[in-house]
Every structure is written in C-alpha cells, then in structure tokens.
C-alpha cells in the first residue's frame, strides 16, 4: 500500500463503500470500472487510481468483485474495529446521534453522554444515563473511550476538545460550527451539515 494517501482519496472511501453495500443488496456480483464509474459518476480511472493506492483489487478484462472489495475497504476504513464513543452536549444532535441505531451497527458505540445542565444529569435515554462533566476525566479513562463527540455552543467546544486531547482521545468528531484545532496525532472532524444544505439552496437556485 502507497504511504501517503491524499484527503481527496480518503474521502471517496466511504462513498465506495456505501456504493458496494447498495449493490451487494442489488444482487450485483461484479462490476468493471467503466461500470462503477456509470453508478458514482466518478471517472473510471479515477476509480482505478484510488483502488492502485491499496494496492487495487481488480482484475484486467474482469472488474471488481462486490462482496471482496466491499470487505476490504470496511477493513481499510476501519470499521472491522469497535470504537467507544462519548458524547458532550445531551441536546437536540447529542440525543439523536444517541439515539441513532445505525451507528452502533457499524462498531461506534455510544457509550456515556455528558451535560453540564443540572435538568438533564442523572436522565435516562435508551439505557444511557445523562453525566455530569465532573464525572467526564474518570469515565473517560475507565471506560476507554475512543471517540469524543462534541455536541456544544462552540464557545465550550475547544475546552471540550483540549480535555480529550489531555486524556490522550485521538478522534474527535465535531458539530459544533466552528474549526477545533489539537495536537498533530489528533484527527478531527468537523461536521457542517448547513455545508450540505447551502449547496442545495445554491443549486436549486443555479442549476
Ligand atoms: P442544544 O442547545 O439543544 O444542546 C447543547 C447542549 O450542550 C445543552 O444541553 C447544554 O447544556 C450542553 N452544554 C453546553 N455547554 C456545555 C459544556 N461545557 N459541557 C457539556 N455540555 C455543555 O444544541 P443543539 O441543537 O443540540 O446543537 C448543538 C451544537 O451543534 C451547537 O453548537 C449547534 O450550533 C451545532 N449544530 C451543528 C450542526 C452541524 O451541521 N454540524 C447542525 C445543527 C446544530
């Protein structure tokens, strides 16, 4: 596999995967790359140079098996991992991301929400118990949690992210609208669904 694999790349990965998984369901055995290419509106050697970053997985005159390259890209995403997930801020996105089952199906296990709004600590939401903040650096550490989700006003979401940077949580997966910086080996990711929306508005406008 190439070392260096660039952010454009990564971020095609999920969309291949989540391609393969609808055409697993299809029926669909095998696709060549002009085919996949057809479905992603994605050039096909551009989809060709992708998979060459890890090596490729097709074969000259035959395409790509579905179910293997669905496999490997779960595996070189890391979803054959289970990840412990912690989310700050017991709101409207916290308690639906709690909520969501579909996260937990893929190996992001919402373990413990936490709040700082003495109403909402000590609630229960599908088993889980809203905590208090003060209760945030012990279970964090117990618990080995994996993943900070951070679901606050972004005036408190750089506090939140410095105290997981501290207890050595690599992945942060940020709502709040703002841009959390930290440490080189932390990886952050920044969640702007109104990003998504304003294109529609710009598109329904435009096009
Ligand atoms: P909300 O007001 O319903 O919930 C925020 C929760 O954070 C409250 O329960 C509050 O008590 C808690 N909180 C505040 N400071 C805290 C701290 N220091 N530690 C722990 N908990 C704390 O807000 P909502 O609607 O859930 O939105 C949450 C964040 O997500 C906001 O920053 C909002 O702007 C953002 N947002 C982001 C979107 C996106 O596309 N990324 C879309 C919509 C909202």
Redesign the pocket.
């Known amino acids: 596999m190439d070392k260096y694999v660039s952010e454009a790349v990564i971020r095609r990965l999920p969309k291949y995967y989540r391609k393969l998984e609808e055409l697993e369901a299809r029926g669909v055995e095998r696709i060549s790359s002009s085919e996949l290419s057809a479905e992603m509106e994605l050039n096909a050697s551009q989809i060709r140079r992708d998979f060459n970053c890890f090596g490729g997985f097709g074969q000259q005159g035959y395409g790509y098996q579905v179910k293997k390259l669905k496999n490997e890209l779960y595996h070189i995403l890391g979803l054959d991992q289970t990840y412990r997930c912690a989310i700050?801020?017991?709101?409207?996105?916290?308690?639906?991301l709690l909520l969501y089952k579909g996260f937990g199906a893929k190996g992001f296990h919402m373990d413990a929400i936490?709040?700082?709004?003495p109403e909402?600590i000590g609630q229960q939401m599908e088993g889980v118990t809203i905590r208090s903040?003060f209760d945030f650096d012990t279970y964090v550490k117990e618990h080995q949690i994996n993943v900070g989700i951070?679901?606050?006003?972004?005036?408190?979401?750089q506090?939140?992210c410095d105290k997981f940077s501290a207890l050595g949580v690599r992945a942060i997966w940020?709502?709040?609208?703002?841009e959390l910086k930290g440490p080189e080996w932390m990886c952050i990711e920044?969640?702007?669904?109104?990003?998504?929306l304003y294109t529609l508005a710009y598109r329904v406008n435009n096009e």
């Open positions: 700050i801020g017991a709101g409207n996105i916290g308690r639906a936490f709040d700082i709004n909402l903040m951070i679901c606050t006003p972004s005036n408190t979401a506090e939140i940020n709502f709040a609208p703002c920044n969640v702007h669904l109104s990003d998504s």
